[in-house]
């Protein structure tokens, strides 16, 4: 049977060989606190290029040490980092996969220690340190920091970008009138708490021209808080803004319940794109290539970001081919016994 699932997409100038993304997982693997490429990070990620995934995100990388969920977080906050960035990139790509980057700062969540930010001094609960409300000055600096990260990510060979705006970082944080409660132009009305991503996405494309992701979190599950109604604006201004695909999670930016079953945030990725005429990936308990397939042809997203279960199953590219009935490449290395 012909597929969506193993068909290609091209965004921009960049052309996945199907539409299967590892989505960014944290492996908490640097070592010393230096944020550098482990021996891990070569053997997780290349494995799933292996596996013939289209597309290998890699985990939330920092873009300043003070960002960080933690102090083994990686990191593209000073050159050196590139380095081992660039030779992971070029190992992945050996085996067929794009390679992307989700740049990150946590905001609000960071655990290092020192002092952490956010739009407002609210702590994200009891448990976490309560942060510094940014000054103006320190919003610009943290706007320049994206930009060089996506600068690093250039020089290190990434083919991708992606934001990370969701899960109640930094980015988030200034979205959600939850975490921001400024009075100045980065607080308030929708337009002023989306002018912290805008400036971001803004200034990354002044030294970026490849594709350019966001991953949001397109509901707060809170009566105060985001849906996705706001979302469907806010995607329709990152369009605007050259945006050319949202990645659609949803909450983590205050406790909240949210209800989860398969394919849970789905629909907030099928209304993003309908609605604000943009693609979208869909995300969350997507486990099967029926299940994944379903999801593209209905037009309900453009890429299927998978986690825990490419965890679980580094070949399972290999498995969705069987559970729609088709053939894919075998690595040459494995074809007598694919
Ligand atoms: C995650 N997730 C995540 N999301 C993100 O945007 N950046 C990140 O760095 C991480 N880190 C991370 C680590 C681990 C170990 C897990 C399990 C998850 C969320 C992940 O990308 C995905 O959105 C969710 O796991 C839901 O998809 P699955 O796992 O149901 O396919």
């Known amino acids: 049977m012909s597929t ?23 492996m908490y693997s640097s070592h010393n606190e230096d944020g550098h490429v482990q021996n891990w990070h070569f053997t997780h990620y290349v494995s799933r290029a292996v596996g013939q995934v289209g597309m290998i995100m ?47 700062h946590a905001g609000r969540k960071a655990t290092v220690d020192g002092e952490i930010f956010a739009p407002s001094a609210i702590a994200f609960d009891e448990n976490m340190k309560r942060p510094k ?15 060089e990260g996506a600068s690093r990510a ?25 975490s921001n409660k400024r009075t100045d132009e980065y607080g308030g009305s929708a337009e002023n708490r989306y002018r912290f ?6 200034e990354v494309k002044q030294v970026w021209d490849g594709p350019l992701l966001v991953r949001v979190s397109a509901s ?44 849970y945030q789905v629909k907030f990725a099928e209304t993003i794109k309908q609605q604000a005429d943009i693609a979208t990936g869909a995300v969350g308990l997507i486990t099967s290539g029926l299940q994944a397939e379903e999801i593209l042809r209905n037009e309900r997203a453009d890429l299927i970001f998978i986690g825990r279960e490419l965890l679980r199953d580094p070949y399972w590219a290999r498995a969705a081919a069987k559970d729609l009935r088709t053939d894919i490449q075998a690595p040459v290395q494995y074809e007598r016994g694919w």
């Not at 593209?76 to 085996?95: F, M, P, T």
């Not at 409300?133 to 930009?147: L, Q, Y």
């Not at 990434?158 to 969701?166: R, S």
Request: glycine share 6%; aromatic share 6%; hydrophobic share 40%.
């Open 4 to 26: 969506q699932l193993f068909s290609p997409y091209t965004i921009k100038n960049i052309t996945i060989k199907n539409r299967i993304v590892m989505s960014p997982m944290c």
């Open 58 to 104: 890699l985990e939330a990388t920092a873009v300043h040490p003070q960002g960080r969920i933690s102090s083994r977080d990686l990191g593209i906050w000073d050159d050196r980092h590139i380095e081992g960035l660039q030779a992971l990139v070029s190992q992945i790509k050996e085996h067929g996969a794009t390679t992307a980057i989700q740049l990150a």
């Open 133 to 147: 409300e940014m000054s103006i000055d320190e919003i610009k600096e943290t706007i320049v920091a994206f930009k």
């Open 154 to 178: 250039k020089k290190a060979g990434f083919d991708i970008i992606e934001l990370h705006g969701a899960h109640g970082y930094l980015i988030n944080e200034f979205l959600s009138p939850v």
């Open 197 to 202: 991503l805008h400036e971001i996405i803004t």
């Open 220 to 263: 707060d599950y809170l009566p105060e808080g985001l849906d996705v109604e706001d979302h469907v604006t806010f995607a329709r201004w990152m369009k605007q803004d050259g945006v050319d695909l949202i990645d659609v999670s949803s909450g983590a930016v205050a406790p909240a319940k949210i209800p989860v079953y398969p394919g």
